[in-house]
């Protein structure tokens, strides 16, 4: 190690320039990167899930759909008619759109005595309140329009579009405002569906972090000056931070991986991380300028480099083996981020110890710093340090059990931690996206759906009546508001073939009748997203009027109970996109448990090795585990739900605290070599403190620009990273020490022999 | 004098006008001549109809259709295969005075006839890739009935046609119709949608003369935008026979 950064000292250009070399390189491959924002994209292929909705897909084709509601007093105005016409008459002409539902091409089919008319819903529109109510009364006996295209209320309209496989969201998205605003109108319209969500999170995202992360990043370099004083303090770690954003994110297409939603974490994560090394090594220089003014320029760096190697080697391994262990996780992208994240942290370290001294040794000296070391007018933070200093020395015991007592307290909140994948919960309540939502949810029977596939002869009237019953049961379940189905259409061709007669809303048992009213069927409405061509399969839809995935999961665990009761039933497959958010909720609790839960074992087995001894590592899980304990709980009490995003990066943030413990540790151990125990935690606050500080406060302060944010997962962020930096920060500064003190844990104490030894080092150290 | 040589001018000039127009038929007597060929009375058919869905899974019917044309058009469609479809009939009656038809359905299972209403001529027949109005295309002599024409380019062998809709119920925006001079039949139509996008193809095979009239053995409807297709060929076909006026009814077409 010592050869490495001396060989950065004698030859700092070569370095200086290697560095620079590759993070070009890797900035060149930074505009190939390609997003996928699809939520199927998070979910590894195997997982039941993805494998029944990739069968639905197989057979009917993709299920994702936008939603384009028209609200006003009187739907069935002209006015509203005739844009509403429009829009749905363009929206059939786009390539991306494989089928329109809107009540211009819904067909509304009906018998009168012995007279069977088929027409459109709506086939002209009603110049006069006579002709409107004629209309009216249609639509209300039309079950395949009311309530589900046409609100029961008739003050609002859906205009469905489902859309063709592998249509991007950002163009759909884009090209529906266009329309909109093309085709203006006194009604309210409002954009529901999947594609939209997910077009509005990346577009949110996206926007919000440009406008926050510089500012943030600012911050952070205004924190990091008033901390050191000296430019290189500011500009040296932050030069890492930058440089280990770009290597990571230059290489996701290199690996040919993609960005998901997700990898936002990665740029965060680096900035919150990346610094932690050159931090320690500034601020060390600073403390080691000030007692040793006389050192030449190479030798103060040589010392500083020596002398820390060891414990930022160690630290930095922990986290990337926390990093590492991300690659338990069941998601694709979660694994991959894991693996970025650890390359990037990874280069920070080499960089920290090499490029830094490089540059280090070119500067001119700088100049001492006034710390906590050094004799005169103290800082800020210096006496802070001080006074936590003496506090933790004199009440180890208090501070212990008021840790505890408030940890405690908070980890009550882990009671009302909610669970939820539902990206409409990203939005605030009077956001576009979740008033739409709410809409579809209001109006038409929901937002959401489960599909279900059946399999069989779908044409055998014993297997309609099936799909019938489960029809008509699942209806029923409060968390259901509208169902599509083959069904739906049999019963209704029955009754107006029978002149509009109610006692033939049944299935008809003539084995024949099935194939004919197919047959009929579509010569004007086509079956495409209800039976198959071979009519081997069928598929029913279920809205779903919530936004909640646990009632989602409840739903899904309804169907497959129903499913299961009748062995021969031809309802084979659940799926969609409910299913795969209440299994995505799954898979976020047991992906971060494991992770955690290795990455918590993987990382006290690294510190264990470090110090050669068991209750090391121990000691370095419990500030650990506290910290998770009490960000989960705070997030139970601030309505924090655990997603995707929010849960990985506490996986994430865990990888930080560590840092803290291991540096705070391995100084004290040093220290206590030559004084005793309260002396030793003395000097360790009051020197590596002061680098935990600058390191912790720098990343905190910089992300509570993000909880500024509207969009409220860039907001959770910023609590997240706050809060979990911060725990571990008093984790480290008040609850270890305090530790140390009452436990006297003998890794930590020299024996009397290696004191002395310890004592000559240290005299020798001051010549 | 000069009256006389401004008379002499005037025939030259009418006479050569009328030559002219004799030579080069408009696109409108181009589908008049269409019918005028076929002058056919009754036909009474057998088809075999493969259906394609955009994977390539087939579904096939077979059915016999009889129609008459005097006096108004009256056509008679049953299905005979498969089984669970059979005896399934369509009836339509054409009533130009009204520029509309009756249509009347009558499903086995059902038992009953059922007269439809409301406009068809967009829907697909059956499932298949052609309109109701395509299938009114098929004898090649009813386009001038609802489509209008201008000749786009002629040569030797065959006329290219822009073919209009004059009927506002039809949803295609045009046509382009090749025409064999040899046959007078159409060998190839192109179905445009209303934003100029192609949408159909219809392309008539092996057009043999039968009983005089040129008829093609296979028709296929390609629909380009869904990727499917619908194969009809004929199985067997009889001109002019004599046809019972009375089977044009509902009440026959219920027995079956």
């Known amino acids: 190690m010592n050869k490495v950064s001396n060989f950065s000292i004698r030859h700092p250009w070569i370095v200086i320039s290697l560095f620079l070399l590759i993070t070009v390189w890797f900035a060149l491959q930074i505009p190939k990167v390609e997003m996928d924002p699809s939520l199927k994209g998070l979910i590894p292929e195997h997982m039941t899930s ?97 309530g589900s295209i046409i609100s029961r209320d008739f003050k609002a309209m859906a205009i469905i579009g489902v859309l063709k496989d592998d249509v991007t969201d950002d163009l759909i998205l884009t090209k529906v405002n266009k329309l909109i605003e093309d085709i203006p109108g006194d009604e309210e319209v409002k954009l529901a569906g999947m594609p939209i969500i997910r077009a509005e999170v990346s577009k949110n995202t996206q926007s919000d972090m440009k406008k926050l992360m510089p500012l943030a990043l600012l911050i952070m370099l205004v924190f990091l000056y008033l901390c050191f004083r000296q430019f290189r303090g500011v500009l040296l770690p932050f030069m890492v931070v930058v440089m280990s954003i770009i290597i990571s994110m230059g290489l996701i297409p290199m690996l040919n991986w993609k960005i998901y939603l997700i990898t936002v974490i990665l740029p965060m994560s680096l900035i919150a991380i990346a610094n932690d090394y050159g931090i320690h090594i500034i601020a060390h220089y600073q403390e080691e300028n000030t007692s040793k003014v006389n050192l030449s320029e190479e030798k103060l760096v040589a010392k500083v480099v020596s002398s820390l190697g060891a414990p930022i080697i160690a630290a930095g391994l922990t986290t990337i083996a926390g990093m590492l262990c991300l690659m338990t996780h069941i998601m694709v992208p979660a694994k991959e981020l894991g693996i970025l994240a650890a390359i990037g942290i990874g280069f920070a370290l080499i960089a920290s110890i090499t490029f830094i001294p490089a540059v280090m040794v070119l500067l001119p000296k700088a100049k001492p710093i006034e710390t906590a070391v050094g004799e005169g007018k103290k800082g800020l933070l210096e006496r802070l340090l001080d006074f936590t200093a003496n506090f933790v020395t004199v009440n180890p015991k208090k501070i212990t059990i008021v840790f505890i007592v408030i940890v405690a307290l908070i980890s009550l909140g882990v009671f009302y931690l909610k669970i939820d994948t539902n990206p409409v919960n990203y939005f605030k309540e009077d956001s576009s996206v979740t008033k739409a939502t709410n809409a579809g949810n209001k109006y038409f029977g929901g937002a959401n759906t489960i599909s279900i596939m059946a399999e069989g002869d779908i044409t055998d009237p014993k297997v309609m009546e099936k799909i019938s019953n ?35 809303d049944t299935i008809p048992d003539n084995k024949n009748a099935i194939p004919q009213y197919f047959m009929l069927y579509e010569s004007s409405g086509d079956l495409k997203k209800l039976v198959d061509f071979e009519r081997k399969h069928a598929l029913i839809t279920a809205k779903i009027p919530t936004n909640s995935t646990g009632d989602i999961q409840e739903l899904v665990g309804y169907i497959r109970d129903y499913i299961k009761k009748d062995k021969d039933s031809p309802l084979k497959i659940v799926g969609g996109f409910g299913d795969l958010q209440s299994e995505l909720s799954d898979a976020v609790v047991k992906g971060q448990l494991m992770s955690l839960i290795t990455a918590a074992i993987v990382v006290g087995i690294i510190v264990m090795f470090l110090f050669r001894s068991p209750v090391a590592g121990v000691m370095s899980i419990i500030p650990l585990s506290l910290a998770i304990v009490s960000l989960f709980g705070l997030m139970g009490f601030f309505k924090i739900e655990l997603n995707i995003a929010t849960a990985l990066l506490s996986s994430v943030m865990v990888g930080v605290g560590v840092d803290y413990t291991i540096h705070f540790l391995w100084r004290y151990r040093e220290e206590k070599k030559v004084r005793n125990t309260v002396e030793a935690i003395r000097i360790t606050l009051t020197t590596t403190g002061r680098g935990i500080v600058f390191n912790a406060l720098s990343v905190v302060i910089g992300f509570v620009a993000l909880m500024i944010s509207d969009f409220l997962p860039v907001k959770f962020f910023g609590f997240l990273v706050v809060v979990s ?39 020798e150290y001051q010549n | 004098m000069k009256k006389i040589i401004s008379l002499t001018t005037l025939i030259v000039l009418i006479f050569s006008l009328t030559v002219v127009a004799s030579a080069k038929m408009t696109g409108d007597d181009v589908l008049n001549k269409m019918e005028e060929v076929r002058d056919v009375q009754t036909t009474q058919m057998e088809l075999k109809l493969e259906l394609y869905d955009s994977s390539g899974s087939k579904r096939v019917r077979t059915l016999r259709n009889i129609s008459k044309k005097i006096e108004r058009k009256k056509a008679l469609s049953r299905f005979l295969s498969p089984s669970d479809v059979e005896g399934t009939g369509f009836l339509s009656i054409d009533k130009p005075e009204i520029d509309d038809e009756d249509m009347y359905l009558y499903l086995p299972a059902l038992g009953s006839v059922r007269k439809i209403s409301g406009s068809q001529k967009n829907g697909s027949f059956v499932g298949t890739d052609f309109s109701y109005n395509d299938l009114s295309l098929i004898g090649a002599e009813n386009y001038n009935d609802d ?91 009889v001109y002019n026979d004599k046809v019972n006026d009375r089977i044009f009814s509902p009440r026959y077409l219920r027995r079956y």
């Open chain 2, 147 to 237: 489509y209008k024409a201008i000749v786009l380019e002629e040569n030797e062998q065959e006329y290219t046609l822009k073919i209009i809709p004059t009927d506002e119920d039809i949803d295609y925006k045009y046509g382009k119709l090749i025409l064999s001079k040899k046959t007078w039949y159409p060998t190839k139509v192109e179905f445009y949608d209303s934003r100029d996008k192609l949408q159909k193809i219809l392309t008539n095979y092996n057009v043999k003369q039968i009983q005089g009239y040129w008829t093609p053995q296979k028709v296929i409807m390609e629909d380009v935008q869904k990727g499917t297709k619908t194969i009809l060929y004929l199985e067997s076909v």
């Open chain 1, 725 to 763: 930096i911060g725990a571990c920060l008093l984790g480290a500064l008040l609850f270890l020490p305090a530790l140390c003190i009452i436990f006297k844990p003998k890794f930590l104490e020299t024996k009397p022999q290696e004191k002395i030894k310890g004592v000559a080092e240290r005299v």
């Open chain 1, 470 to 504: 489960f029809e008509e049961t699942i209806i029923k379940h409060k968390n259901v508001g509208d169902v599509g189905a083959i069904s739906k259409i049999m019963r209704k061709m029955n009754k107006e073939l029978h002149s509009g007669d109610e006692r033939f």
């Open chain 1, 50 to 146: 993805r494998v029944n909705l990739d069968k639905i897909e197989d057979v009917f084709g993709g299920t994702d759909a936008i939603m384009i509601i028209l609200e006003t007093d009187d739907i069935l105005n002209a006015k509203t008619l005739n844009r509403a016409k429009k829009i749905s008459d363009e929206l059939e002409t786009w390539e991306e759109i494989d089928k329109v539902n809107s009540p211009f091409t819904v067909q509304d089919i009906r018998g009168e005595d012995y007279m069977l008319i088929v027409e459109d819903a709506i086939e002209t529109i009603p110049q006069s309140d006579k002709q409107e109510e004629v209309i009216k009364e249609r639509i209300k006996n039309n079950e395949l329009i009311y």
